[in-house]
C-alpha cells in the first residue's frame, strides 16, 4: 500500500506541469470528427469508444497529447490530431469536460461484487481501492490528472484495464494502472467495470 501512496504522489508531481488553458466554445468548434465515436456532447453510445463528456479537463489533454506524440497507441486516431495545436487540444478537453456525462446501469449481479473492488479494492492481493485516485462517486481527481470513470463504458474500462495489465498501454504516471490491473483478476475487472457503467 505504501508504494502505491508514492506512485501517486510522484503521479501528482509528474501531471502538474503547466499546460494551455482550454476554451471551450473554441473546442465545440473543432469536434466534428470527434463526434463520429464519441457522439456530439462525448457521450458515445458505442461500448468500445470512451465516453468523453464529464472527464476531468487536465485528464483528457494529457490523452490527447499522447496520442498525438504516440506515448499512447490508439490505433482510431491515427493521424487525427496531427493538424491540431496544443492550444486546440486544450480547448476540445476544455469542452468535453464542461458537458455532462449520461452514466449507464451496472449488471445487478455484479454490483455488489464491484462496488467491494470500487470501494475496498483487495487488501489480500494488494489491488486499492479505486476511490483512492478516482473518488467515491467516480469524479476523478482533476489537479491530479486521474481520470473521472463515472458511468464509462463497461467494455471500455475493461478493455482499458486489460490494456494495463499486458503492457499494451503504458501511458499511467507512475506505472500506477499497470501495477493496480496486474494484481487484477478477470471477475474483477469485469464487475468493477460493471459497477463503473452504473456510478454516479
Do not use: W
Not at 508531481?13 to 473546442?27: E, L, W
Amino acid at each position: 500500500m505504501k508504494k502505491v501512496l508514492v506512485g501517486m504522489l510522484v503521479a501528482v508531481g509528474a501531471t502538474s506541469v503547466a499546460m494551455a488553458q482550454g476554451n471551450a466554445d473554441a473546442g465545440k468548434e473543432l469536434t466534428a470528427v470527434c463526434a463520429a465515436c464519441h457522439a456530439a456532447d462525448g457521450n458515445s453510445l458505442a461500448p468500445t469508444f470512451p465516453k468523453l463528456a464529464g472527464q476531468q479537463e487536465k485528464y483528457l489533454l494529457k490523452q490527447l497529447t499522447d496520442i498525438k506524440s504516440g506515448n499512447r497507441k490508439v490505433t482510431e486516431m491515427t493521424g487525427l490530431l496531427d493538424n491540431l495545436t496544443d492550444q486546440n487540444l486544450a480547448d476540445i478537453a476544455a469542452y468535453f469536460a464542461n458537458n455532462s456525462v449520461v452514466v449507464g446501469q451496472a449488471d445487478a449481479a455484479l454490483v455488489e461484487a464491484g462496488k467491494a473492488i470500487y470501494r475496498t479494492g483487495n487488501p489480500k492481493t494488494g489491488v486499492p481501492a479505486c476511490t483512492a485516485c478516482h473518488g467515491p462517486t467516480g469524479q476523478g481527481l482533476g489537479s491530479a490528472a486521474f481520470p473521472a470513470l463515472s458511468g464509462q463504458h463497461a467494455d471500455y474500462t475493461k478493455s482499458q484495464l486489460k490494456a494495463f495489465q499486458t503492457q499494451e498501454r503504458s501511458n499511467d504516471p507512475a506505472n500506477i494502472m499497470r501495477g493496480i490491473a496486474f494484481k487484477m483478476n478477470d471477475r474483477e475487472i469485469e464487475a468493477v467495470a460493471s459497477y463503473i457503467q452504473g456510478l454516479y
